[in-house]
């Protein structure tokens, strides 16, 4: 029987698109529950053209599915993940409370599906960030050992949520209007005209959250525990997409026509690289597309053995619904439900 489905978060910013992937790869359920929080319980979203009314998250609807999506919050991935494990059943998490788990496979199916195999009941899925970063890395490391990667990205609004993105229309409708521009709640500065050099909280070590996720997530999903890593994470005012540039090193000298023959056989990752017709990905030309995109690849000078490159991958898709969803299709090839 097709696996009975439940999402948390189904209101939220992932939790739509979510519903709209499952549409388009036509994923099987023979029950699907949306929850969230009392605040949304009896609203209605469509799913396959029937209207479905969101319930609020309880340990009945939470321990009755068969796979349970979460995109919520991480207080609701630690309260409904062990109700999911006593069940015997399976979450496919998009937050960051398990990723560092080790118990816990952080999971890219096209780079890491192997790692599936010894799930206890809870996989989490990789900042959507680190996603599309990985996938280029796990190519290209087909041609040589990775030594050093150091990347600056250029993250969408709704990497934040749905009020982030209520945040910038905001701001932006009072530009185009010429009125005063309303303050911000969700960023610590007006996101829209800006660039904010902070994704997240920041620790001791000076790093934000995102960029210590970046590093661990990294190294997690390719095996690779003494990888040398540094990011900065900026907010950018754009709505979808999230964009790196990124210096990786190898241990020995690497051929442009090797990395991307390398690329180009990556399952899930798209080369877009023609930089004669200003082809490169963009967040704009690539927003709504399940693959993450590479562009822009060059010798880095100033390194042994180094190349640049621009990545960019839709942080609602590839960074968060599709890749859950691959996940649970994947478990099913397994049959690792
Ligand atoms: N946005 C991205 O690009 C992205 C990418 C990868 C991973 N993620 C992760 O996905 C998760 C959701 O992100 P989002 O961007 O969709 O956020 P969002 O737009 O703010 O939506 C949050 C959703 O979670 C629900 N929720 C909040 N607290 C809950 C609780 N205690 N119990 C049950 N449901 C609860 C909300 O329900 P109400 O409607 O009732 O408030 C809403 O449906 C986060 O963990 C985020 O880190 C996001």
């Known amino acids: 029987m097709d696996p009975r489905v439940a999402v948390i978060g189904a209101t939220g910013a992932v939790g739509d698109v979510f519903l709209r992937v499952a549409e ?49 919050t991480s207080e609701a991935s630690r309260l409904w993940g ?24 952080l999971v890219i199916p096209e780079v890491n599906g192997d790692d599936l195999e010894w799930h206890e009941g809870i996989v989490s899925i990789p900042n959507c960030t680190t996603t599309p970063l990985a996938m280029a890395l796990a190519a290209m490391r087909r041609v040589a050992p990775l030594t050093r990667v150091t990347a600056a990205t250029y993250q969408a609004v709704s990497g934040t949520g749905s009020a982030a993105v209520e945040e910038l229309r905001a701001q932006l409708t009072a530009f185009g209007r010429g009125e005063p521009i309303p303050a911000p709640s969700v960023y610590p500065h007006q996101i829209a005209l800006n660039v904010i050099p902070q994704v997240d909280s920041f620790e001791e070590d000076g790093f934000t959250k995102e960029e210590s996720k970046m590093r661990n997530e990294t190294r997690k999903i390719l095996h690779a525990p003494d990888l040398r890593f540094a ?59 399940d693959r993450a995109f590479v562009g822009r690849l060059r010798i880095d000078p100033s390194a042994d053995h180094g190349v640049v490159f621009w990545c960019v991958s839709d942080n609602l898709r590839k960074g968060a619904a599709t890749n859950a969803i691959q996940i649970a299709e994947e478990l099913i090839r397994r049959g690792k439900l």
Do not use: W
Not at 25 to 54: C, D, H, Q, W, Y
Not at 89 to 102: K, L, N
């Open 24 to 72: 388009e790869r036509n994923f099987p359920m023979s029950e699907l529950r949306l929850l969230a929080t009392k605040r949304s319980a009896g609203k209605s979203l469509t799913f396959r053209g029937k209207s479905i009314t969101v319930e609020e998250t309880t340990a009945e609807a939470v321990a009755g599915a068969d796979i349970v999506f979460c995109s919520a």
């Open 82 to 105: 062990p109700v999911v494990r006593e069940a015997g059943h399976i979450m496919i998490d998009d937050g960051s409370a398990y990723r560092m788990e080790a118990n816990v496979p």
């Open 231 to 289: 990011a900065t994470c900026a907010r950018v005012p754009t709505m979808v997409g999230h964009a790196e540039a990124v210096h990786a090193e190898f241990a020995s000298e690497v051929r442009l026509e090797d990395l991307r023959e390398a690329l180009r056989a990556q399952p899930g990752l798209e080369l877009m690289d023609d930089p004669a017709h200003n082809v490169y990905p963009t967040p704009l030309n690539t927003a709504g597309d």
